[in-house]
């Protein structure tokens, strides 16, 4: 088990390659990446610990995640690079021709570690939902994880899909909410309010919990509790307060950095703020 | 001409909840969603054999789509039942990124496809499907002529791994094909040969093209009749062959004629063998209330329709 030190010092490196990554391509979404790199970190290195050496589409045996928001994909690629899934010298080819490492996530490359495209968005919970019924009908007992954004939860179907996991008590599901208020066109609040979400998930019959994803040691904690809180006969939420742009001064809460790449200056501006613990790709 | 009999009418749709509660008890991985439609899919065996195989997602087609890509993961078989509107164009995004673009093995089983649902009208009547899925990578699109050959392609395309489009319809319509067919996907199906033209048809036309072969060979025209049920990936070796032969073509179906089957046969055509081709399908046009056999009619969908195809081909025959 790694130490909250450890764990960090991976989110400050993951933070550093998501900046390298969409600095190298003038391409990419580095807020919410920014945001949510001690999530992901947490998630892999101490919640799920899948066997990154024998990667399966169908992952009978061990814990799933599903990336509603497909656009963290810098982010995720990451993680999973320094977690073993690939080396970590692929992520130079992130969003360039031929990569494995698309856009956004997309499983036609086989990249291992992806079971599913996701970009265009409200997609992921539904799919999450049915491999965690695929894993109740194979005895599997599991998690399976997702994360989705705030602004996401404007489509649709993902209030379908909260309906449905409720009526139908699928306890083996953490969602996680990437909190952090902010979407492409400004705030979440001006762009179409939330309202009360906690009192909105707690009508639909989740399990609330609330986190702070930008503290490693909070995120531990919750993210146990949420485990434990599963197979109660409902689904498991959290929702993640983050900060998009965590880590980079002048990114920190601009929903102007949900898809700008940094140009040169920004790029090094932002590196000198973010310690390379275990060497840059 | 090679005759056929039917043995008596049945909706294609029944064909696929028969074949489906077979698949029940023949694997154990398959298992079925619905979207509020299980007796007009004619789903109600399985949900009572197989109820922990069955997921009722209510009126939310877009996360049934979602579910059944999930539930692939892990090692399902999950088939989908709704109508073709909903089946399709309702969830296209869905169907595109969870389902094609990722390439999960679900099969969206489709009823009420075409104009022959009736009196609902054209909020239903879906007649743009064929074209939405053909057009997406990695997914097969099949569209059954009858009970028989509806319930074959549903027991084959449980063992083809990748996603499918299956289609079929809501009225009782001839059923002729044998009841223990080999349903061979991507297999065009040779029904009657013949010399002077070749009519390809799916779907519900397939009987109509059978019935108008048998009045153009009173007039002394050899009509080929070969049944398409698979549009993706199409038979262009069958379809090449025949038309070698004939030099001109038809093509029937209960659909849109832009994206169809005719314009696959079209496209292939037009690269390979430059040949006349009439179509007979929908001109454009949303459908309408009406009983079945009153909007065959209006929409030209009816036997006489292919003779008037059939014979205006041949006159542009050079």
């Known amino acids: ?281 | 001409m090679k005759e056929y009999l039917n043995t008596g009418s049945k909706d294609t749709r029944s064909g696929f909840g028969e074949a489906l509660n077979e698949l029940g008890k023949q694997n154990p991985n398959v298992v079925a969603l619905c979207a509020d439609l299980i007796g007009s899919l004619k789903m109600e065996a399985f949900v009572k054999n197989f109820p922990d195989r069955f997921f009722q997602v209510g009126i939310a087609e877009a996360n049934m789509m979602g579910i059944a890509a999930g539930l692939t993961i892990g090692g399902k078989i999950p088939f989908t039942g709704t109508f073709a509107n909903f089946s399709t164009g309702r969830v296209y995004d869905q169907i595109r990124q969870s389902i094609a673009y990722s390439n999960k093995n679900v099969k969206i089983c489709a009823s009420h496809a075409g104009i022959t649902l009736g009196e609902d009208g054209a909020t239903h009547q879906m007649l743009e499907d064929i074209g939405l899925m053909k057009m997406l990578p990695n997914i097969t699109v099949v569209n059954t002529c009858d009970f028989n050959q509806t319930k074959a392609a549903t027991i084959a395309i449980s063992k083809h791994q990748g996603p499918v489009y299956l289609r079929f319809g809501r009225p009782k319509v001839p059923n002729f094909t044998s009841a223990d067919q080999s349903f061979i996907i991507g297999q065009a199906v040779m029904l009657n040969e013949g010399h002077d033209v070749s009519v390809f048809a799916t779907g519900h036309l397939v009987w109509n093209a059978l019935e108008a072969a048998k009045i153009l060979e009173e007039q002394g025209i050899s009509v080929e009749v070969i049944n398409i049920h698979t549009i993706k990936p199409l038979d262009r070796l069958s379809i090449l062959q025949s038309v070698k032969k004939t030099g001109c073509v038809v093509s029937a179906e209960e659909h849109m004629r832009n994206g169809g089957l005719g314009d696959s046969i079209a496209q292939l055509l037009a690269i390979e063998m430059p040949t006349p081709m009439e179509m007979v399908a929908v001109d454009d046009h949303f459908g309408e209330s009406g009983k079945p056999e009153e909007l065959m009619k209006k929409f030209h969908l009816e036997p006489d329709d292919i003779v008037n195809a059939v014979k205006k081909v041949i006159s542009r025959r050079k």
Not at chain 1, 5 to 33: C, N, T, Y
């Open chain 1, 1 to 281: 088990m790694l130490s909250i030190p450890e764990l960090q010092k991976i989110s400050s490196q993951v933070r550093r390659d998501v900046i390298r990554m969409i600095h190298a391509v003038a391409s990419g979404h580095p807020g919410a990446s920014l945001g949510c790199a001690d999530f992901f970190t947490v998630l892999y290195f101490d919640i799920m610990k899948p066997d990154p050496s024998h990667f399966s589409v169908d992952g009978i045996g061990e814990d799933l995640f599903f990336l509603s928001n497909g656009h963290l994909s810098a982010c995720w690629y990451s993680v999973m690079a320094h977690y073993g899934y690939f080396d970590t010298k692929e992520l130079g080819t992130f969003r360039k021709l031929g990569s494995r490492l698309q856009g956004h996530p997309a499983t036609e490359e086989r990249l291992p570690g992806i079971r599913v495209a996701s970009g265009s968005l409200g997609q992921g919970l539904s799919v999450a939902i049915g491999a965690a019924l695929a894993k109740r009908l194979n005895k599997d007992d599991h998690l399976v994880y997702c994360l989705t954004g705030d602004g996401e939860l404007e489509e649709g179907q993902n209030w379908e899909a909260l309906m449905f996991a409720a009526a139908r008590k699928v306890d083996n599901i953490i969602a996680v909410v990437d909190y952090n208020g902010q979407q492409i066109d400004g705030p979440v609040d001006k762009v179409l309010p939330l309202g009360n979400l906690r009192a909105k998930m707690e009508a639909f019959d989740w399990q609330v919990f609330e986190m702070d994803g930008n503290d490693i040691h909070e995120i531990v904690k919750i993210m146990s509790s949420a485990k434990a809180a599963t197979r109660k006969e409902k689904p498991v939420m959290i929702l993640m307060k983050t900060h998009m742009g965590a880590g980079v001064d002048f990114m920190l809460d601009k929903h102007e950095w949900h898809g700008s790449p940094p140009n040169d200056e920004q790029a090094k501006l932002a590196l000198a703020q973010l310690e390379e613990t275990s060497g840059d790709f």
